[in-house]
C-alpha cells in the first residue's frame, strides 16, 4: 500500500517536473527601500511584501516558476490581456476583465479610501459629492474602485472631470498633496498608514472609496487550461492549510 | 541690312542658344540640389522629432496613458515642419493635424529592464512639400536672378564686341564693295575698314579686298582695251561673213539651178541610151550580149530614177518645191499605189490591205502629187524590203475642230526590219542599211530622205519604228489637215477624170510664140465647147484679153515684145482684166510658184511640155464643169496597160498606117522630140492612149509601145 502510494506521488511529481509552468507576474513599481508593506524589493532584486508572500505561496504550492515584472497597473491589465504576462496581483473583480482573465481566490480584502490634507474639510457621503469640490482628485491608472465607482465614471463626464490618473506606485502623490497640487487621491488604505506618518499634514477621509476582495488574475491567453486547474488545486489546499491566513497574519504585525 | 542677318546678331544667336541652354541646365541642376538638400533637411528635422519624441510616446503608450499621448501628439505638431502626427499603439491611437505628402514613419520601442524591448506600435510624423518649397523659395529666386543677370552681361558685352570687330568692319567693308565703281575708281583707292593695328582675318580681308580692287582695276583697263579691238575684229569679222553669206547663198542658187539643168539636160542622151538598148534588146540574140545589155538597161533606169531623186532632193533643199494643197482623195492614192505594185506584189505573194477609217472625209486639202510621191516611196520600200506576209496602210483620222482633222497614215509591212541603231540613219540622203545587198534591193538611199522632207514641208512628221526580222512600220502623222469643201470635193472625186469634154462653154487664151505649141493647144479644144483664141506675142495676149475678156488665159512666159510676166502684171494690175485665171506656162523647172503668183499675179503654173490631164486639171479649178456621174476609175500606170489593152487595140486599129509607121520609126530611132510630136497628133482622136504611151516613153517601155502598134 505504502509502496503504491509512493509510485503515485513519484508520478505526479513526474508529471508537474515534466509539465513546466513559469508564471510572469505583474507587481507593483517600487524601489528599494520604499515603505510600501504590499510589495517590497530588496537589494538583490528579490521581492517579498504581503502580495508577493500570498502569491509565492500559491505558485510554489502549484509547483509553478515565477518572475516578477514591475510595470503600471493599466500596461499590466493590457499585456494579461494580450498574454505578455500571466499573472496580476489584487486583482478587483469585475464583468470586463473576466473576458481575458481566470480569477482566483480571493487572496485578500482591499480598501480603498481617499487621502486629503488634514486642513481640507470636504463633505464627502456619497460619489455624487465630489462634483461639488472645486479641487481635482486623482487615483492609479487602469484601478477598478468597485461598481459603483466605475459605473458613474462611465456615465457621468462631469464625476470623471474631477480625477486624473497616475501610474501606479507613485509615492509622489503624498508630496504632492502635501504642497497642494491636487485635492486628494485615492490609495489602498493598507499601505496609507506609514506613509502618513512621513506626511502629518495628510489625513484619511472619513468616506470610504470602495472594500471588496481581491484576487489573482490569470491570463486567459498564456495560461493554459492544465495550469489553471493546478492553480485552483493549490489555492485549495492552502486554504486548507490555512497558510493565507498565518501569512496576512504576519504581516499585520508588522504594520 | 536686316540686323538680323548681320553676322554678329548670328554668332550671338549662336553662342547664346548654347550658353542659354548650358545655363538652364546649370540653373535647373542647382535648383534641384536646392531641393533635395531642403527635403534632406526636413527629413533630418523630422528624425530630430522623432529622436526627441519616441521616448515620451513609448511611455506613454507603456503606460497606456491617453492624455499623455496626445500631449505629446500636441507638441510634436507644435513645430512648423510637422503638419500631423499619427501615434497608433494597440489600444491608443491618436491623430492630430492633416496628413501631408510627406511622411516619417518609425517603430515606437519601449525598453525596461523588467520586459526588454517591446514594439508598442508606430508613429508617423506628416510634412509637406509647400515647406520645401517655402525654404527654397528664395534661393530659387537668387539662381534665377543671377542666370539672367549673367546672361544678360554676356549678351551685352557679345553684341558689343562682335559689333565693333566684326560687324562694323565687315558693314564697312561690304558697304565699300557694293559702292565700287571700276569706271570710277582709281589705284590709289584704299578702304579701310578701321581696325588698324590689329592684325586678323578682317585686316587680312581687308587687305586682300583693296589687292583686288587693284587687280580688278588694271584688267579693266586691260579689258577696255582689248573690247575696243574687238570691235573692230567683229565688225570686220561680220562684213566678211556677209559677203562670204552672199557668196554662199548665190553659190547655192547656182548649185541647185547647175543641178536642176544638168540633171534636164542628163535625160535626153539617158534617153538615147535607154531606147536604144531597148531596140538592141529584139536584134541580140546572144545571150552573153542580152545579158550586158540587160545591164546597161537596169544600170541606166537607176541612173535615171536616181537623177529624178536628187532632182527632187535639191529642189526640196534650195526651198523649190512648194506644197500646192488641193481637194485629195486619199483613197483613191493609195488604190493607186496599190495597182501600181500589185504585179510585184503577186509575184512576191504578199497580201495589200488597207485599213482606211470609215469616217475619212471624201476629200482633204493636201499636195496630192507630193503625198502620192511619199505613199509610193513608202509602200515601194515595203514591197521590196518584205519577202512574205502582208504590207498594211492604216489611214486613222482624228476631227478635233470643225474644219481640220489629224491624219495618220501608217505603212507597216513584215519584212525584213531595220535594226534599232538604223533607224535614225536611214532618213540620211543615200544611206541604206549596212551591209544590204545591192544587187538585190538596189536604190540610191534617198527615197526617204525626199518623204521625210516633203512631209515636213507639209508641217508633219515622218517616223519608224520596227523590229528586225519582223517588220517595219512608218508613220506619217500630218496635224490640222484643212477638210476640203463639199463642191471641191466633187472636184476631188471627178479630177484623175476630169476631161476636156466635160467643160462648160468658155473662151481661153493661149498665149505661146512657137507656132506648133499654140497650134497643139488649139487642136486639144477643137471638138469642145472651149473656144481658144491664140496670140503669138505678148503685145496680142494683151490686146485680145483686153478686147474679148476670156474666161482663161494660159500664158507662155518667153515671149517676144513682151514677156508673160509683163503681161499678166499688166492684166492684173487692169480692173477689168484682173479677175481673169492666168496660168503660166514655164520650161524652167526652177520657176517659183510662189513667186509666179506673188510677184505678177498668176493663178497656177504648168510645166513645159504641157500633160494634158495636168492642163485639165488645172483649168477645172477655174472654169465650170457639167456634173458627171461616171463611176471614179483608178489612173494606176499599170492597171491602165492591162485593162485598157482590148480598148487600145480598138483605138490603134483606127490610127492611120502612116502614123504608126512614122512612130515606129522614131521609137528605133529613139527621136524623143518625134515621139512626142507624133503623140500629140493623136491626141485630140484619144488622149488616153495618147496620155499611156507617152508615160511608156517615159519609163523607157518602147517594147510595149512597140507592142501596141502591133494591132
Ligand atoms: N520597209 C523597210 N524595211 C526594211 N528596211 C527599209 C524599209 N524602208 C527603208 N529601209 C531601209 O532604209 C534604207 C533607205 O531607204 P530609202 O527608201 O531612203 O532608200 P532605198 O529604198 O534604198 O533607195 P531609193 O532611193 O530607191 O528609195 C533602205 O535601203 C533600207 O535599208
Ligand atoms: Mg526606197
Given at each position: 500500500?505504502?509502496?503504491l502510494?509512493?509510485?503515485?506521488?513519484?508520478?505526479?511529481?513526474?508529471?508537474?517536473?515534466?509539465?513546466?509552468?513559469?508564471?510572469?507576474?505583474?507587481?507593483a513599481?517600487?524601489?528599494?527601500?520604499?515603505?510600501?508593506?504590499?510589495?517590497?524589493?530588496?537589494?538583490?532584486?528579490?521581492?517579498?511584501?504581503?502580495t508577493?508572500d500570498?502569491?509565492?505561496?500559491?505558485?510554489?504550492?502549484?509547483?509553478?516558476?515565477?518572475?516578477?515584472?514591475?510595470?503600471?497597473?493599466?500596461?499590466?491589465?493590457?499585456?494579461?490581456?494580450?498574454?505578455?504576462?500571466?499573472?496580476?496581483?489584487?486583482?478587483s473583480?469585475?464583468?470586463?476583465?473576466?473576458?481575458?482573465?481566470?480569477?482566483?481566490?480571493?487572496?485578500d480584502?482591499?480598501?480603498?479610501?481617499?487621502?486629503?490634507?488634514?486642513?481640507?474639510?470636504y463633505?464627502?457621503?456619497?460619489?455624487?459629492?465630489?462634483?461639488?469640490?472645486?479641487?481635482?482628485?486623482?487615483?492609479?491608472?487602469?484601478?477598478?474602485?468597485?461598481?459603483?465607482?466605475?459605473?458613474?465614471?462611465?456615465?457621468?463626464?462631469?464625476f470623471?472631470?474631477?480625477?486624473?490618473?497616475?501610474?501606479?506606485?507613485?509615492?509622489?502623490?503624498?508630496?504632492?498633496?502635501?504642497?497642494?497640487?491636487?485635492?486628494g487621491?485615492?490609495?489602498?488604505?493598507?499601505e496609507?498608514?506609514?506613509?502618513?506618518?512621513?506626511?502629518?499634514?495628510?489625513?484619511?477621509?472619513?468616506?470610504?472609496i470602495?472594500?471588496?476582495?481581491?484576487?489573482?488574475?490569470?491570463?486567459?491567453?498564456?495560461?493554459?487550461?492544465?495550469?489553471?486547474?493546478?492553480?485552483?488545486?493549490?489555492?485549495?489546499?492552502?486554504?486548507?492549510?490555512?497558510?493565507?491566513?498565518?501569512?496576512?497574519?504576519?504581516?499585520?504585525?508588522?504594520? | 541690312?536686316?540686323?538680323?542677318?548681320?553676322?554678329?546678331?548670328?554668332l550671338?544667336?549662336?553662342?547664346?542658344?548654347?550658353?542659354?541652354?548650358?545655363?538652364?541646365?546649370?540653373?535647373?541642376?542647382?535648383?534641384?540640389?536646392?531641393?533635395?538638400?531642403?527635403?534632406?533637411?526636413?527629413?533630418?528635422?523630422?528624425?530630430?522629432?522623432?529622436?526627441?519624441?519616441?521616448?515620451?510616446?513609448?511611455?506613454?503608450?507603456?503606460e497606456?496613458?491617453e492624455?499623455?499621448?496626445?500631449r505629446?501628439?500636441?507638441?510634436i505638431?507644435?513645430?512648423?515642419?510637422?503638419?500631423?502626427?499619427?501615434?497608433?499603439?494597440?489600444?491608443?491611437?491618436?491623430?492630430l493635424?492633416?496628413?501631408?505628402?510627406?511622411?516619417?514613419?518609425?517603430?515606437?520601442?519601449?525598453?525596461?529592464?523588467e520586459?526588454?524591448?517591446?514594439?508598442?506600435?508606430?508613429?508617423?510624423?506628416?510634412?509637406?512639400?509647400?515647406?520645401?518649397?517655402?525654404?527654397?523659395?528664395?534661393?530659387?529666386?537668387?539662381?534665377?536672378?543671377?542666370?539672367?543677370?549673367?546672361?544678360?552681361l554676356?549678351?551685352?558685352i557679345?553684341?558689343?564686341?562682335?559689333?565693333?570687330?566684326?560687324?562694323?568692319?565687315?558693314?564697312?567693308?561690304?558697304?565699300?564693295?557694293?559702292?565700287?565703281?571700276?569706271?570710277?575708281?582709281?589705284?590709289?583707292?584704299?578702304?579701310?575698314?578701321g581696325?588698324?593695328r590689329?592684325?586678323?582675318?578682317?585686316?587680312?580681308?581687308?587687305?586682300?579686298?583693296?589687292?583686288?580692287?587693284?587687280?580688278?582695276?588694271?584688267?579693266?583697263?586691260?579689258?577696255?582695251?582689248?573690247?575696243?579691238?574687238?570691235?573692230?575684229k567683229?565688225?570686220?569679222?561680220?562684213?566678211?561673213?556677209?559677203?562670204?553669206?552672199?557668196?554662199?547663198?548665190?553659190?547655192?542658187?547656182?548649185?541647185?539651178?547647175?543641178?536642176?539643168?544638168?540633171?534636164?539636160?542628163?535625160?535626153?542622151?539617158?534617153?538615147?541610151?535607154?531606147?536604144?538598148?531597148?531596140?538592141?534588146?529584139?536584134?541580140?540574140?546572144?545571150?552573153?550580149?542580152?545579158?550586158?545589155?540587160?545591164?546597161?538597161?537596169t544600170?541606166?533606169?537607176?541612173?535615171?530614177?536616181?537623177?529624178?531623186?536628187?532632182?527632187?532632193?535639191?529642189?526640196?533643199e534650195?526651198?523649190?518645191?512648194?506644197?500646192?494643197?488641193?481637194?485629195?482623195?486619199?483613197?483613191?492614192?493609195?488604190?493607186?499605189?496599190?495597182?501600181?505594185?500589185?504585179?510585184?506584189?503577186?509575184?512576191?505573194?504578199?497580201?495589200?490591205?488597207?485599213?482606211?477609217?470609215?469616217?475619212?472625209?471624201?476629200?482633204?486639202?493636201?499636195?496630192p502629187?507630193?503625198?502620192?510621191?511619199?505613199?509610193?516611196?513608202?509602200i515601194?520600200?515595203?514591197?521590196?524590203?518584205?519577202?512574205?506576209?502582208?504590207?498594211?496602210?492604216?489611214?486613222?483620222?482624228?476631227?478635233?475642230?470643225?474644219?481640220?482633222?489629224?491624219?495618220?497614215?501608217?505603212?507597216?509591212?513584215?519584212?525584213?526590219?531595220?535594226?534599232?541603231?538604223?533607224?535614225?540613219?536611214?532618213?540620211?540622203?543615200?544611206?541604206?542599211?549596212?551591209?544590204?545587198d545591192?544587187n538585190?534591193?538596189?536604190?540610191?538611199?534617198?527615197?526617204?530622205?525626199?518623204?521625210?522632207?516633203?512631209?515636213?514641208q507639209?508641217?508633219g512628221?515622218?517616223?519608224?519604228?520596227?523590229?528586225?526580222?519582223?517588220?517595219?512600220?512608218?508613220?506619217?502623222?500630218?496635224?490640222?489637215?484643212?477638210?476640203?469643201?463639199?463642191e471641191?470635193?466633187?472636184?476631188?472625186?471627178?479630177?484623175?477624170?476630169?476631161?476636156?469634154?466635160?467643160?462648160?462653154?468658155?473662151?481661153?487664151?493661149?498665149?505661146?510664140?512657137?507656132?506648133?505649141?499654140?497650134?497643139?493647144?488649139?487642136?486639144?479644144?477643137?471638138?469642145?465647147?472651149?473656144?481658144?483664141?491664140?496670140?503669138?506675142?505678148?503685145?496680142d495676149?494683151?490686146l485680145?484679153?483686153?478686147?474679148?475678156?476670156?474666161?482663161l488665159?494660159?500664158?507662155?512666159?518667153?515671149?517676144?515684145?513682151?514677156?508673160?510676166?509683163?503681161?499678166?502684171?499688166?492684166?492684173?494690175?487692169?480692173?477689168?482684166?484682173?479677175?481673169?485665171?492666168?496660168?503660166?506656162?514655164?520650161?524652167?523647172?526652177?520657176?517659183?510658184?510662189?513667186?509666179?503668183?506673188?510677184?505678177?499675179?498668176?493663178?497656177?503654173?504648168?510645166?513645159?511640155?504641157?500633160?494634158?490631164?495636168?492642163?485639165?486639171?488645172?483649168m477645172?479649178?477655174?472654169?465650170?464643169?457639167?456634173?458627171?456621174?461616171?463611176?471614179?476609175?483608178?489612173?494606176?500606170?499599170?492597171?491602165?496597160?492591162?485593162?485598157?489593152?482590148?480598148?487600145?487595140?480598138?483605138?490603134?486599129?483606127?490610127?492611120?498606117?502612116?502614123?504608126?509607121?512614122?512612130?515606129?520609126?522614131?521609137?528605133?530611132?529613139?527621136?524623143?522630140?518625134?515621139?512626142?510630136?507624133?503623140?500629140?497628133?493623136?491626141?485630140?482622136?484619144?488622149?488616153?492612149?495618147?496620155?499611156?504611151?507617152?508615160?511608156?516613153?517615159d519609163?523607157?517601155?518602147?517594147?510595149?509601145?512597140?507592142?501596141?502598134?502591133?494591132?
Amino acid at each position: 500500500m505504502k509502496q503504491l502510494l509512493m509510485f503515485l506521488l513519484t508520478c505526479f511529481v513526474f508529471h508537474s517536473a515534466y509539465a513546466i509552468c513559469k508564471i510572469k507576474v505583474r507587481t507593483a513599481k517600487v524601489s528599494v527601500g520604499e515603505n510600501s508593506l504590499k510589495y517590497i524589493i530588496h537589494d538583490d532584486g528579490s521581492w517579498s511584501g504581503l502580495t508577493i508572500d500570498l502569491t509565492k505561496a500559491l505558485l510554489e504550492e502549484a509547483g509553478c516558476q515565477y518572475t516578477f515584472h514591475p510595470m503600471p497597473w493599466k500596461r499590466a491589465l493590457a499585456d494579461l490581456e494580450d498574454g505578455h504576462i500571466d499573472m496580476m496581483m489584487n486583482f478587483s473583480f469585475n464583468k470586463d476583465r473576466e473576458k481575458f482573465a481566470y480569477y482566483i481566490g480571493p487572496m485578500d480584502e482591499e480598501k480603498m479610501i481617499l487621502i486629503v490634507q488634514k486642513k481640507s474639510n470636504y463633505q464627502i457621503n456619497s460619489l455624487e459629492d465630489f462634483k461639488k469640490i472645486p479641487v481635482k482628485f486623482s487615483f492609479e491608472r487602469g484601478a477598478y474602485l468597485g461598481k459603483v465607482f466605475d459605473n458613474k465614471l462611465k456615465t457621468d463626464p462631469e464625476f470623471k472631470k474631477k480625477f486624473s490618473q497616475f501610474s501606479g506606485g507613485d509615492i509622489t502623490n503624498y508630496e504632492r498633496l502635501a504642497l497642494g497640487r491636487m485635492g486628494g487621491f485615492i490609495a489602498d488604505k493598507y499601505e496609507v498608514a506609514i506613509h502618513l506618518k512621513k506626511f502629518p499634514q495628510l489625513i484619511v477621509h472619513p468616506f470610504t472609496i470602495n472594500h471588496d476582495w481581491v484576487y489573482w488574475g490569470i491570463s486567459r491567453k498564456s495560461v493554459s487550461a492544465e495550469t489553471i486547474l493546478k492553480l485552483y488545486q493549490a489555492y485549495i489546499r492552502l486554504k486548507d492549510k490555512k497558510s493565507l491566513e498565518q501569512i496576512v497574519h504576519q504581516y499585520a504585525k508588522l504594520q | 541690312m536686316n540686323v538680323r542677318r548681320t553676322l554678329g546678331f548670328q554668332l550671338l544667336v549662336a553662342v547664346f542658344s548654347v550658353y542659354i541652354f548650358v545655363t538652364m541646365i546649370t540653373t535647373i541642376t542647382q535648383m534641384y540640389i536646392e531641393w533635395t538638400n531642403a527635403e534632406d533637411e526636413i527629413k533630418n528635422d523630422l528624425i530630430s522629432l522623432q529622436n526627441s519624441f519616441e521616448s515620451g510616446i513609448a511611455l506613454a503608450l507603456w503606460e497606456l496613458s491617453e492624455e499623455q499621448t496626445q500631449r505629446i501628439a500636441r507638441g510634436i505638431i507644435y513645430f512648423n515642419i510637422a503638419t500631423g502626427v499619427q501615434i497608433e499603439g494597440k489600444r491608443i491611437k491618436v491623430q492630430l493635424g492633416e496628413k501631408g505628402d510627406i511622411q516619417h514613419k518609425f517603430e515606437i520601442i519601449y525598453t525596461a529592464e523588467e520586459v526588454g524591448q517591446r514594439s508598442l506600435g508606430f508613429a508617423i510624423i506628416y510634412s509637406t512639400r509647400k515647406l520645401i518649397f517655402d525654404r527654397v523659395k528664395y534661393s530659387y529666386i537668387s539662381i534665377v536672378v543671377n542666370a539672367v543677370l549673367k546672361t544678360f552681361l554676356l549678351w551685352v558685352i557679345v553684341l558689343l564686341i562682335s559689333h565693333r570687330l566684326i560687324t562694323l568692319p565687315l558693314r564697312k567693308l561690304t558697304h565699300e564693295s557694293q559702292t565700287l565703281d571700276l569706271e570710277k575708281v582709281d589705284r590709289s583707292k584704299k578702304v579701310n575698314i578701321g581696325l588698324d593695328r590689329r592684325e586678323n582675318e578682317l585686316t587680312l580681308l581687308e587687305s586682300s579686298f583693296n589687292n583686288m580692287v587693284q587687280k580688278l582695276v588694271k584688267s579693266r583697263s586691260e579689258l577696255d582695251r582689248v573690247n575696243q579691238n574687238l570691235e573692230i575684229k567683229v565688225k570686220e569679222r561680220t562684213e566678211e561673213l556677209k559677203l562670204a553669206k552672199e557668196k554662199a547663198e548665190i553659190a547655192n542658187h547656182a548649185k541647185s539651178e547647175f543641178i536642176a539643168n544638168m540633171s534636164h539636160e542628163l535625160r535626153a542622151p539617158m534617153n538615147a541610151v535607154l531606147g536604144f538598148a531597148q531596140l538592141l534588146d529584139t536584134l541580140v540574140t546572144d545571150s552573153q550580149q542580152k545579158r550586158y545589155l540587160h545591164s546597161i538597161q537596169t544600170g541606166g533606169k537607176s541612173l535615171l530614177t536616181l537623177m529624178n531623186d536628187i532632182l527632187d532632193l535639191s529642189k526640196i533643199e534650195s526651198g523649190k518645191i512648194h506644197i500646192q494643197r488641193q481637194p485629195t482623195h486619199l483613197h483613191n492614192l493609195v488604190e493607186d499605189a496599190s495597182n501600181i505594185f500589185s504585179l510585184k506584189l503577186s509575184q512576191k505573194h504578199l497580201k495589200f490591205i488597207q485599213e482606211i477609217d470609215e469616217n475619212l472625209f471624201p476629200a482633204l486639202m493636201l499636195d496630192p502629187v507630193r503625198i502620192r510621191q511619199v505613199l509610193l516611196n513608202l509602200i515601194g520600200n515595203a514591197v521590196k524590203f518584205t519577202e512574205e506576209g502582208h504590207i498594211k496602210v492604216t489611214i486613222k483620222q482624228k476631227q478635233k475642230e470643225e474644219s481640220v482633222v489629224d491624219l495618220i497614215i501608217v505603212i507597216k509591212d513584215t519584212g525584213i526590219g531595220i535594226p534599232e541603231k538604223e533607224q535614225k540613219k536611214i532618213f540620211e540622203s543615200f544611206y541604206q542599211q549596212a551591209g544590204q545587198d545591192f544587187n538585190k534591193y538596189g536604190g540610191s538611199g534617198l527615197g526617204l530622205t525626199i518623204s521625210k522632207r516633203l512631209i515636213e514641208q507639209m508641217d508633219g512628221v515622218l517616223s519608224v519604228t520596227s523590229e528586225v526580222g519582223k517588220g517595219s512600220v512608218f508613220k506619217i502623222a500630218l496635224n490640222q489637215v484643212a477638210i476640203a469643201p463639199l463642191e471641191e470635193a466633187d472636184v476631188a472625186e471627178k479630177n484623175p477624170l476630169v476631161k476636156k469634154e466635160f467643160f462648160k462653154p468658155a473662151t481661153i487664151l493661149i498665149a505661146d510664140d512657137v507656132e506648133s505649141n499654140r497650134e497643139l493647144l488649139a487642136e486639144v479644144f477643137k471638138d469642145t465647147e472651149i473656144n481658144a483664141m491664140v496670140a503669138a506675142n505678148g503685145q496680142d495676149a494683151l490686146l485680145f484679153a483686153e478686147e474679148h475678156l476670156p474666161d482663161l488665159i494660159l500664158m507662155d512666159l518667153k515671149m517676144p515684145i513682151v514677156n508673160g510676166y509683163e503681161v499678166t502684171r499688166l492684166l492684173k494690175s487692169n480692173n477689168n482684166t484682173k479677175h481673169i485665171p492666168i496660168i503660166a506656162l514655164s520650161s524652167s523647172i526652177t520657176e517659183n510658184e510662189e513667186e509666179l503668183h506673188k510677184k505678177y499675179g498668176f493663178d497656177g503654173s504648168l510645166p513645159k511640155p504641157v500633160s494634158f490631164t495636168n492642163l485639165f486639171l488645172i483649168m477645172s479649178q477655174f472654169l465650170a464643169i457639167e456634173t458627171i456621174t461616171e463611176k471614179p476609175k483608178s489612173f494606176g500606170l499599170e492597171e491602165q496597160s492591162t485593162q485598157s489593152v482590148p480598148l487600145i487595140a480598138e483605138v490603134v486599129r483606127d490610127l492611120p498606117k502612116e502614123w504608126k509607121e512614122n512612130m515606129k520609126q522614131a521609137i528605133n530611132r529613139v527621136d524623143v522630140k518625134q515621139i512626142n510630136l507624133l503623140i500629140n497628133q493623136i491626141q485630140e482622136q484619144d488622149a488616153q492612149l495618147a496620155e499611156t504611151i507617152k508615160m511608156k516613153v517615159d519609163n523607157f517601155e518602147y517594147q510595149d509601145i512597140l507592142a501596141i502598134l502591133q494591132f
